[in-house]
């Protein structure tokens, strides 16, 4: 192809925009509904019995009140429903998948095609109840009891409101400099806009008896035995920290980067314009965080951005809707690629990325297989978005099972006095809601166990 | 082609869509842009007497309800008679009338209840060759304080004596509108005949509080922190209109007297009930209030449409015809039995058939059959209330369906009687087994 003018520089550069470029890609991907909208909007719920939304809510808001609530001019009231099952409700209205939970379960999808926006619904009420600071809970009588709460991320923070609620004092143990988790470090910049994830932090810990310790981490500065020993009981939810590798060649090269990584920078930096992106970017993988990558790369300036997933769009993580926002974005997924190798190049800074190796994949007999059959994809920057896995040392016995801790239904682990939830728990599903639950249901397993335990012991006839 | 042109009392226009008398109909500007729009005819606002003319409030005169999207559903007003001086309003209705000479005008009058009073306005009107005249005996706020509207409008004696002043100076057909807040319609509509009218319309505006400002708490609309009832109108007051016009129409007092039906009339589908229900013709204002004139188009159309795809040639195969149907409660086949039936394919499992049901009916829809929602009419406990046909959101969804004479009924055990049975009949009706005996 003829080239056209000088185009865009080759290579990781940044700046590669202007300076409304890079404010316009990273402004708040929905703007909250304002009043009218919001009136709108909710005239369409049905108020429905037994309502689905409600069900398909892993913390199982009370939809239909809430959305009611703002409907009749009450959003403070519809805030507190909200909080009440969810305290991270504002995050969540956010970045919950709601295509896959609340809405795709909404009864407006058989009647038309369209739920009832429920995600924006949440954050109108929510915003405006934080934005006046309004707090709805308070402590009870002081227990005397302290809980030691590893990691401040979605789960952590939902068991650390609602251990201060019974009048326990928590202190949270967060490895990283903020605390949030993956609200903080993990999403897309353009869903959580002004530091959003910050203030939310900011938000559940001012009910009181929170202290959070930035730059403790697990098994660097105390150990899970460590805690068992000083505190009256411990909640583990410190998510995945650790990245799968690719295990091919050139993985080392410079340009081959960790997804999350990448996200997690752009997150902190204030200014976009400073962030290098290469003029070719591959990324690797088909969940939210290929996606967020990708759109991010996009949104930085990248010319050419690839998803290569080694398998078919369904079996994509991420949603119908976020793969959909992707190709909105100007990404090209492309399916059946597996990568085979990457191919470097020698530069002035040593060798780098200049392409990827794939090997086209198919199904065969239920098992993924590579055809054989290979081709080359030019980049200068592959993102590497395989998934995330648990890596965390100092927990002594506790039991696992394929590398995450196994827990009962209130979130109990194999050792007494200690909790888990979140990713990093076997049934953790990867989303920021399914952890606020864990997190809020293990409290209440934690509470009511603490409870028992000082009731004075009375005979047993 | 249905032919839609109307002859009310003699008073001819092409279609029975008129703008009932109120703001839309207060100025030649204003009328003359309903024609251009396709009305067949106005009443123009109702004139008051000869001198200063009335005033109105300064602030707000009117408030609403809404329902979904808000949408208006029913309106209040508290303005008076046309504040305009009266020869202004008679130059216009004269020139308006001359520049339209297919359209219907109706002078509306509202003057003291005194023979001498009406005397003196009726040549005026004469003057200004408009088609007739309406006797406002209906609006129930302001000029009510001061004898007038609905003043007179719930007296019948004053009715009887005012329609009877007015066909003795005029020789205008007469047009009787009525007010609403009254028990029993028929009375007024009676004495009006009584008095020679030669038509009815109504209803006029229903004594009304749209809403409490709960920050002032004062009564909306709010003039300074003050309120007072409003006349109501709009899609809201169509089912009491609906009844009134019935009534009259079925009364055997008053069977054949010409009606001109006025409430909530929004769409075509509203004007061909009122015409089903006895209407001559229909008046129409908070719609054209909401929408602007342009809502005749609709109408015409859809009137015309519909009577084509039923055979129904003219405006009269509509008028009445559902009249015979509208009886009383006693003489309801009480052996008609249905239950409802619910299209498990049109479904979208809201629920609120079963919950409307289950909490406040009859008990007789499931939530969940083997596990899985699913919402299913349970023929034993259905008494056919029809109930969760109306709380469902998606129209015919839920329908009723009438059992055949022979199947048994689950609920009662018993089987369905082809014969007909009411009230009067009934074995618990103490005046059934009276005459039994």
């Not at chain 1, 970017?281 to 010319?303: P, R, Y």
């Not at chain 1, 965390?392 to 909790?419: H, M, N, P, Y």
Request: hydrophobic share 40%.
């Amino acid at each position: 192809m003829e080239r056209l003018g000088n185009g865009p520089q080759a290579g990781i550069e940044a700046g590669r925009l202007s300076s409304a470029e890079y404010e316009a890609n990273f402004a708040d991907l929905h703007p909250r509904l304002d009043r009218h909208e919001a009136l709108v909007e909710s005239d369409r719920c049905y108020f429905c019995y037994d309502a689905p939304c409600m069900t398909a809510c892993p913390t199982s808001i009370d939809i239909p009140l809430f959305i009611r609530q703002i409907q009749t001019g009450n959003p403070i009231g519809s805030a507190k429903t909200i909080f009440d099952q969810n305290i991270l409700g504002g995050m969540c209205a956010r970045v919950c998948p709601t295509e896959t939970l609340c809405e795709q379960a909404c009864v407006r999808n058989t009647a038309e095609d369209k739920p009832v926006e429920i995600g924006k619904l949440q954050r109108y009420a929510t915003d405006i109840a934080m934005e006046q600071g309004r707090q709805f809970y308070s402590r009870k009588a002081p227990t005397g009891k302290t809980i030691a709460v590893v990691g401040a991320g979605p789960a952590g923070l939902a068991a650390a409101h609602r251990l201060a609620m019974h009048g326990h004092s928590v202190v949270v143990l967060e490895a990283r400099e903020k605390a949030g988790g993956l609200n903080e470090y993990g999403i897309a910049t353009y869903k959580a806009v002004d530091d959003f994830a910050a203030r939310e932090v900011d938000y559940v810990t001012a009910i009181g008896g929170i202290e959070i310790r930035n730059g403790q981490a697990l098994g660097r500065d105390f150990s899970l035995s460590d805690l068992t020993a000083q505190y009256d009981a411990v909640f583990l939810g410190m998510g995945l920290a650790g990245v799968n590798g690719l295990g091919i060649e050139g993985e080392s090269l410079t340009g081959v980067e960790d997804a999350v990584d990448f996200i997690a920078a752009l997150r902190q930096a204030k200014d976009k314009s400073v962030l290098p992106i290469g003029r070719r970017v591959v990324v690797l993988g088909g969940g939210m965080t290929a996606i967020d990558a990708a759109i991010q790369s996009k949104l930085l300036g990248a010319e050419e951005v690839t998803i290569c997933y080694r398998r078919g769009k369904d079996n994509m993580n991420a949603s119908p809707y976020e793969q959909d926002l992707a190709t909105a974005n100007g990404v090209i997924i492309r399916h059946w690629l597996a990568p085979k190798s990457i191919i470097g190049k020698d530069g002035p800074n040593g060798a780098h990325v200049a392409g990827i190796e794939v090997e086209y994949t198919a199904m065969r007999d239920g098992k993924l297989i590579g055809t054989g059959e290979t081709g080359v994809i030019a980049a200068d920057q592959i993102f590497k978005a395989i998934g995330q896995t648990f890596s965390a040392s100092g927990l002594g016995a506790l039991q696992f099972e394929k590398g995450k801790i196994v827990v009962d239904a209130e979130g109990r682990t194999s050792i007494e006095g200690v909790w888990a939830g979140g990713d990093c728990i076997g049934s953790g599903e990867d989303l920021t809601v399914s952890a606020v639950a864990q997190g809020r249901d293990a409290a209440e397993s934690i509470a009511k166990a603490l409870a028992a335990a000082a009731q004075p012991a009375t005979a047993v006839a | 082609m249905a032919d839609i042109r109307n002859n009310f009392v003699g008073i001819k226009s092409p279609n029975p869509f008129w703008l009932a008398s109120a703001p839309p109909t207060d100025k030649a500007y204003n009328v003359e842009r309903a024609f251009k729009a396709g009305w067949g005819g106005v009443v123009w606002k109702t004139l008051g007497e000869e001198g200063p003319p009335v005033v109105n409030v300064n602030g707000p005169r009117y408030g609403a309800i809404w329902g979904a999207d808000r949408r208006l559903l029913g309106l209040n007003n508290i303005e008076l008679i046309t504040d305009r001086d009266l020869y202004t309003n008679l130059r216009e209705m004269k020139e308006v009338k001359k520049n339209w000479p297919d359209r219907a005008i109706v002078a509306s009058i509202m003057v003291p209840c005194e023979e001498q009073a009406w005397k003196a306005i009726l040549p005026l009107v004469e003057e200004t060759e408009v088609d007739g005249i309406e006797l406002n005996f209906g609006c129930p706020h302001g000029m009510s304080e001061r004898g007038m509207g609905s003043a007179v409008g719930q007296v019948p004696e004053y009715i009887e004596m005012v329609v009877r002043w007015c066909k003795q100076y005029t020789r205008m057909p007469v047009i009787t509108k009525l007010t609403p807040n009254i028990t029993d319609i028929r009375h007024p509509a009676r004495a009006a005949k009584r008095g020679g009218t030669d038509a009815v319309s109504l209803i006029n505006t229903i004594s009304s509080i749209v809403s409490v400002d709960l920050d002032t708490f004062s009564p909306n609309p709010s003039v300074g922190g003050k309120g007072s009832h409003g006349g109501y109108c709009g899609p809201a007051v169509k089912p009491i209109a609906l009844n009134m016009v019935a009534e009259i129409a079925r009364d055997p007092e008053t069977y054949g007297l010409p009606i001109s039906g006025i409430g909530g009339i929004t769409t075509w589908r509203d004007a061909a009930e009122f015409l089903a229900l006895g209407a001559g013709n229909v008046q129409v204002c908070t719609a054209a209030m909401t929408y602007g004139f342009k809502i005749v188009q609709e109408m015409i159309t859809g009137l015309s449409d519909w009577m084509d795809e039923k055979g129904h040639r003219s405006l009269d195969d509509v008028i009445c015809r559902a009249v015979p149907n509208v009886t009383d409660w006693q003489y309801l086949n009480l052996n008609y039995i249905a239950k409802a039936h619910i299209d498990q394919d049109a479904c979208i499992k809201c629920g609120r058939c079963h919950i409307a049901c289950e909490d406040t009916s009859h008990q007789a829809i499931t939530s969940m059959v083997d596990g899985v929602r699913h919402f299913e009419v349970m023929e034993e406990e259905c008494v056919g209330c029809n109930l969760c046909v109306n709380v469902c959101p998606v129209e015919n969804c839920i329908t009723m369906e009438a059992l055949p004479a022979g199947d048994l009924d689950k609920r009662t055990g018993k089987v369905v009687d082809p014969t007909y049975a009411n009230w009067t009949q009934h074995p618990n009706n103490p005046m059934a087994r009276q005459a039994a005996e």
